[in-house]
């Protein structure tokens, strides 16, 4: 029999990982100031990509000697600059405890082919061996683990007197986690995380150690245009300062423009930390009483407050294979999104099957508390439609 639905709905069903939700209240209304039609270089437009700049140190509080870039191609485009443009210099260290880690392991190691690597890798729901980190090589690593739902729980674990430099992918974490800024000497991120900006665009910022790096080293491989940030042994500034090496989108701009204004009207990023924390507190208080869900994340005090990763303990699930496992993760954000109650909440194609819930700020906690209750409802219905065991 079909279990009853429940009554309330949440009232905005964006819970994707990215693009994720909207800031609350948006509508296309907020972007009626963009310099459309305009040239970025023309003094309006050069005065909106200031203003991003400027406001994303405020809200981050980034310090003052720190460069902070709109780049291309979103977060990845961001670390991709980074890591072609500065490593190669000394020996490197890779994280990777999930795929987008994965993924600049391979840049290392298989497209820069870089020989003097060391990769120390988790299983997904688990940090490697933070300890074995060898601080006079440069370390590439996320902070948030978007697909495991893991974060390094803070920087205390990076050395303060370290002799290379620090590549930091916080593309889930900016705006919901506290950033140790002394720790870091690159650190990427994209808009369309935390504050629910649109794609397309990267920032990249870059501290004094990262700038001497780029000043006084120059790979063995040719970079492209939009790698390139210096010109005849200096930082090319202009790139610091809203002058993006290629187009940008105004529109966009305006958008992202309207998050910091937003993120600034609530309190900042004290707000939009303990908005993140108190959605995915909901969240956790949910998993805790009902049993057959866990978090992906083994130790909480690891356990992101924005990419939340759930898997699915239920015996009857856990029994069947691995590709029936996937089948019925995928079933039940189906569920979910034909009852119009939850988008795009399926687990990312290269992590364990289960779901993937945005906490972010963005998303109002009323809304993570809507819908647990229909989490349950399409469990009970997957778990009805499995066929019984022999």
């Not at 609350?24 to 050069?46: E, F, N, V, Y």
């Not at 739902?149 to 370290?162: E, L, Q, T």
């Not at 993140?276 to 356990?303: F, G, I, M, Y």
Request: net charge neutral; with cysteine.
């Amino acid at each position: 029999m079909t279990a009853t639905k429940p009554g309330v709905r949440p009232a905005i069903p964006h819970f994707s990982s990215g693009p994720c939700a909207k800031r609350p209240g948006w509508s296309l209304q907020a972007l009626t100031d963009a310099a459309l039609g305009r040239s970025h270089r023309a003094k309006i437009g050069k005065a909106k990509l200031k203003r991003a700049i400027d406001l994303t140190r405020e809200l981050l509080a980034i310090p003052a000697d720190y460069r902070i870039g709109i780049v291309p191609a979103s977060d990845t485009g961001a670390v991709e600059m980074a890591l072609w443009s500065l490593l190669g210099a000394r020996p490197v260290t890779m994280l990777a405890w999930e795929s987008f880690g994965e993924g600049w392991v391979t840049d290392v190691e298989k497209q820069l082919k870089l020989k003097d690597v060391t990769v120390l890798k988790a299983p997904y729901g688990e940090l490697p061996d933070l300890s074995k980190v060898d601080f006079k090589t440069d370390v590439v690593f996320t902070w948030n683990g978007t697909t495991s739902g893991v974060r390094v729980p803070n920087g205390d674990w990076i050395a303060a007197d370290r002799s290379g430099l620090t590549i930091c992918d916080a593309t889930s974490a900016a705006f919901a986690q506290q950033l140790d800024w002394a720790k870091l000497d690159v650190v990427t991120f994209s808009w369309q995380k935390a504050l629910g900006g649109e794609g397309a665009h990267g920032m990249l910022i870059l501290g004094p150690r990262a700038v001497a790096r780029l000043e006084s080293y120059k790979p063995a491989w040719p970079l492209p245009k939009i790698f390139r940030m210096t010109k005849g042994g200096k930082l090319i500034e202009g790139i610091f300062t809203g002058e993006t090496i290629n187009t940008p989108s105004m529109l966009c701009v305006e958008d992202y423009l309207d998050t910091l204004s937003w993120a600034k009207s609530v309190g900042g990023l004290t707000a939009t930390i303990a908005r993140s924390d108190a959605n995915a507190k909901a969240l956790s208080d949910w998993v805790a009483v009902t049993p057959w869900v866990e978090n992906l994340a083994k130790n909480a005090n690891q356990r992101s407050n924005t990419s939340v990763c759930l898997k699915v303990v239920d015996p009857a699930v856990t029994r069947l294979s691995a590709d029936d496992q996937a089948a019925f993760a995928k079933t039940l954000a189906g569920l979910l999104e034909k009852e119009g109650v939850a988008y795009d909440i399926a687990y990312y194609r290269d992590a364990p099957p289960g779901l993937r819930i945005w906490c972010g700020a963005t998303v109002e906690r009323s809304d993570i508390e809507a819908l647990t209750p229909w989490l349950d409802w399409a469990f009970g219905e997957a778990k009805a439609a499995l066929p019984k065991a022999a």
